[in-house]
């Protein structure tokens, strides 16, 4: 390659050893660095999901503690037939209170003739709740669960002097009736727990 007419060359360019550019030197001019920005925390929005998924997982908690006691099955030992009897009449009173662990505190379910066993039906969609029968006669006891189409469907026999625990749902209708299948009495569950005394 020539660099002029006259035919000279330019000398020669190592390419590992590029000839050094000159750098302007001036001092300059000295500017703070940026101040980093803050992390952003979470802010109001997303404090209020925050409470909400909170409040949310304790309701849930609740409700599934409150589901584990309903269904876990009950140990109370039922009282005796005569134990009910002198409980029921000190429990009579407007003062007395019911203890949802103590069936003998429960108040007393009123009877209903059995002449109208034939029109009864249960409701639906009523709050879970507890009888305990308590069969007082000298005879066993069928009873049995009266449907929402007024059909009887038996659940358990009682003994004479035992007690029966039967959860069902607030505004059923439940029968006692004799060993000849003749009906005793009716009665129909109430939200809170109650007993029957069956004479």
Request: charged content about 15%; cysteine-free; hydrophobic content about 45%.
């Amino acid at each position: 390659m020539t660099d002029e007419p006259s035919g000279r060359m330019a000398p020669a360019v190592d390419p590992y050893d590029p000839p050094l550019v000159e750098v302007d030197t001036s001092p300059l001019t000295e500017t703070a660095p940026p101040a980093p920005e803050p992390e952003a925390g979470p802010g109001p929005g997303n404090r209020r999901l925050i409470v909400v998924v909170l409040a949310l997982a304790a309701v849930l908690g609740a409700g599934g503690v409150v589901m584990l006691v309903q269904l876990w099955p009950s140990s109370t030992p039922l009282p005796a037939a005569g134990a009910a009897t002198t409980t029921a009449s000190a429990s009579a009173g407007p003062a007395a209170s019911a203890d949802p662990g103590d069936p003998a505190t429960w108040p007393e379910l009123n009877a209903l003739p059995a002449a109208l066993i034939a029109s009864l039906r249960s409701v639906e969609d009523g709050a879970d709740t507890r009888i305990v029968f308590v069969n007082e006669r000298a005879d066993a006891v069928v009873l049995s669960w009266v449907d929402e189409n007024g059909k009887l469907s038996p659940y358990a026999t009682v003994e004479a002097g035992q007690a029966y625990e039967q959860k069902t749902f607030a505004g059923h209708f439940w029968s006692a009736a004799g060993a000849d299948g003749t009906v005793i009495a009716v009665f129909q569950a109430t939200a809170q727990p109650g007993r029957v005394l069956l004479r």
